[in-house]
């Protein structure tokens, strides 16, 4: 399902005294005599915001192009505007960056192919609004930060061109997908003796659309939860306890992933396209004792670049053996 998202635009402090008119009718705030008016793009900001922005949502930014008259009838004639992209100032604004900061990619060209970079502020107004909508696709890459920087390039022949408010950046900021872990069945009751018993654990990536890039997440299980769980359980029947070298005869996990201690986590991949590869998970029964309660922590280590870690980042998979 699609959503939508809008930016909200705050007007430059000129813009905003004019009024909420733009025309013929408007009230004077100002005393504009002793101040000469100019062309501009009306945000105080120098910037729009998409945030957490996903792929299929659609983007809608306003572009104002002001002339701060005191009077919209002192637009006696049609002033016109000439915007472009400047795509050469995104180097300078990633070199302004902290180091932890991720620096901006640009909007890719089909995204802004139809945007209209030519403005007329009409006589008897004061300003005209330029719309940029497009629907992201997948040639914007999940957890990247985009820029498109606009200016003024020109404008009639007479009129003064901002020297503070002649440009304007929009910004998409994409969302993390969250990747997690989910098991199918994740706890087991009355197992008997030597009964098979299989787990199947999704590693699998939260996002509405799909991906088409590889994503890798790294796991790792560690006895040391089982201790954990204990120590804050009241239940009179606590997990047995099984050092590393016992998890791996008591389970096997295809494809196999490292054990801590003496173990390293193990990278994991969900190939490009399928949003989640299974694990699975075979309990040796015949080592487990009736009336026992096992279980088995998998956890993520960590996730490639531009995703996030989701509340799926622990499965505890579960055996209790009948009396």
Not at 154 to 174: K, R
Not at 249 to 264: A, H, K, N, R, S
Not at 270 to 285: P, Q, R, S, W, Y
Request: charge should be negative.
């Amino acid at each position: 399902m699609k959503s939508i998202t809008k930016t909200i635009l705050t007007l430059a402090l000129p813009a905003v005294m004019l009024g909420t008119t733009s025309c013929l009718n408007d009230e004077p705030i100002i005393d504009w005599s002793v101040i000469e008016p100019v062309i501009e793009i009306a945000d105080n900001d120098h910037a729009q915001y998409s945030n957490n922005t996903q792929q299929g949502d659609e983007v809608e930014f306003e572009i104002i192009v002001n002339y701060t008259a005191s009077y919209a009838s002192d637009v006696t004639e049609p002033i016109e505007v000439e915007l472009e992209v400047d795509l050469d100032t995104i180097a300078q604004i990633n070199a302004g960056l902290a180091a932890s900061e991720q620096p901006f990619e640009p909007f890719p060209e089909a995204s802004y192919a139809d945007l209209r970079l030519h403005s007329t502020i009409p006589a008897g107004c004061k300003r005209d609004t330029i719309y940029l909508r497009f629907t992201v696709d997948e040639s914007f890459k999940v957890g990247r930060s985009y820029i498109l920087p606009i200016k003024i390039a020109g404008a009639s022949d007479g009129y003064i061109i901002s020297g503070n408010f002649n440009h304007i950046e929009l910004e998409v900021n994409m969302s993390e997908p969250e990747i997690g872990l989910a098991a199918d069945p994740s706890a087991l009751y009355d197992v008997n003796v030597g009964d098979p018993v299989t787990f199947n654990v999704d590693l699998a990536v939260n996002y509405p659309v799909t991906i088409n890039e590889e994503v890798e997440a790294a796991l790792f299980i560690d006895p040391s939860r089982i201790a954990i769980l204990n120590a804050s359980s009241a239940a009179d029947d606590p997990y047995v306890e099984l050092s590393a070298e016992e998890i791996a005869e008591y389970f096997t996990v295809t494809p196999g992933i490292g054990v801590l201690p003496d173990g390293q986590s193990t990278a994991v991949k969900i190939e490009a396209g399928t949003m989640k590869t299974t694990l699975t998970v075979e309990a040796n029964t015949s080592l487990m004792q009736p009336g026992a309660r096992y279980v088995l922590p998998i956890e993520i280590d960590y996730v490639s670049d531009y995703y996030t870690i989701g509340s799926g980042s622990v499965v505890y998979l579960e055996i209790n053996m009948a009396e």
